[in-house]
């Protein structure tokens, strides 16, 4: 979304885009649009940066802008908790304090982090669901400063939302960029409202407006019009694995990635807005960029799947025993079930399906091999 928003712009960019977000597939990001620097325009890189790694980034490049959108648990074998995550990313923001932080405000962990840097917060400004006390499986449920408990004035998703703690009175930060109304939501996108302002997001789900919010920010601190974020959000096309819509001899198959409980409860919420005749597949992976560890999957709110008009129910990749026994626990109807040991034989289920539209729920590396599958199958054209 930053990327299109200053392409829009006129300016000249470059990405990541295909997910390598590591210092190799940095460097290679560089490597590959060697011809960038060819005449003095203004020109930009818009950068993924794994957590672990922006310590080496910014060693060497000191970023226009810095954001961070959210703090989950995501693969446990490498981060373990959330605020491990944390302390690895302020570790390279702490040697680049001429960098603009453009941060979630409704994410605990990101308030008064103690740095020198210019800051700018972003977030919720109204009650979406009324809802006020986070879940059990939440990430950040206790005070950063006391460790008490926190009290919300609402919660948008897991530990998202206006806390405060009533015991030492940290609170959300103000914000410079809000959500003030919620429209409409729907299976394609969401009416919403910024700073006072309508647009529409042509990404569905809670987390695509949080990821469009993000992107808001990010483009007025750059100095982009409002006219090109209005049109940019508006035609904004899925990339990568990322609500990618394919078709596969007639059959609408969305692949939506899924790395931990978080973001798998909000692709969850979002196939939920579909009321249609659907078919799931799911795709678990454990190979090293996956997590090792897949235990995390029974924090995963499956349940709301068994209330869905679900025809067929395929499950693959290497884990696929572990996800049938939870989805089997979370009262999908196991008769529906359709174990596929490699994806010729998830294609060819695909295929065979009695309605038209298919959700792929997948973990990076299964997402990876399956779109490499299809355009070596001639369903996918490009395949980065």
Not at 163 to 174: A, K, L
Not at 337 to 361: A, G, R, S
Request: hydrophobic share 35%.
């Amino acid at each position: 979304m930053i990327y299109n928003m200053i392409k829009d712009s006129g300016k000249k960019v470059i990405t990541n885009n295909t997910g390598a977000n590591m210092y190799t597939g940095i460097i290679s990001c560089f490597v590959e649009n060697y011809k960038f620097n060819d005449d003095c325009s203004e020109k930009f890189a818009v950068i993924e940066v794994d957590e672990a790694n922006v310590k080496f980034i910014t060693e060497y490049i000191t970023p226009e802008a810095i954001t961070i959108t959210n703090l989950f648990r995501d693969q446990l074998d490498r981060y373990g908790e959330v605020y491990t995550t944390l302390r690895k990313i302020i570790e390279g923001v702490k040697k680049v304090p001429e960098s603009t932080l453009v941060l979630n405000g409704d994410e605990s962990l990101l308030g008064d982090l103690s740095l020198p840097n210019k800051t700018i917060y972003y977030g919720f400004n109204c009650d979406i669901n009324k809802n006020k006390k986070i879940s059990l499986n939440a990430d950040s449920k206790f005070c950063k400063v006391c460790k008490s408990a926190y009290k919300y004035n609402f919660v948008t998703y897991n530990h998202l939302g206006d806390f405060y703690c009533e015991n030492c009175g940290y609170h959300r930060p103000d914000l410079n960029y809000f959500v003030d109304e919620i429209k409409e939501l729907t299976p394609d996108g969401s009416y919403i409202q910024i700073n006072g302002n309508e647009y529409y997001i042509n990404q569905p789900g809670l987390y695509n407006i949080y990821n469009g919010l993000c992107a808001f920010s990010i483009a007025k601190t750059l100095g982009v019009d409002n006219s090109i974020i209005f049109n940019s959000l508006k035609s904004q096309k899925s990339s990568f694995g990322r609500q990618e819509t394919i078709d596969i001899d007639g059959k609408e198959v969305k692949i939506i990635l899924v790395k931990n409980p978080a973001g798998y409860d909000q692709a969850v919420n979002t196939i939920s807005l579909d009321k249609r005749n659907i078919n799931l597949a799911v795709l678990l992976n454990d190979n090293y960029a996956d997590g090792r560890d897949v235990s995390w999957i029974w924090d995963v709110n499956f349940e709301k799947l068994s209330y869905l008009n679900i025809n067929k129910i395929m499950i693959s990749g290497i884990r696929l025993y572990d996800m049938a026994i939870r989805l089997k626990i979370a009262n999908l109807n196991a008769n529906n079930f359709v174990l596929c040991e490699n994806d010729e034989n998830l294609l060819k289920e695909i295929k065979q399906c009695d309605t038209n539209i298919v959700y792929i729920l997948a973990t990076y590396t299964a997402m990876i091999n399956f779109r490499k599958f299809l355009n070596s199958n001639g369903y996918i054209k490009k395949l980065w």
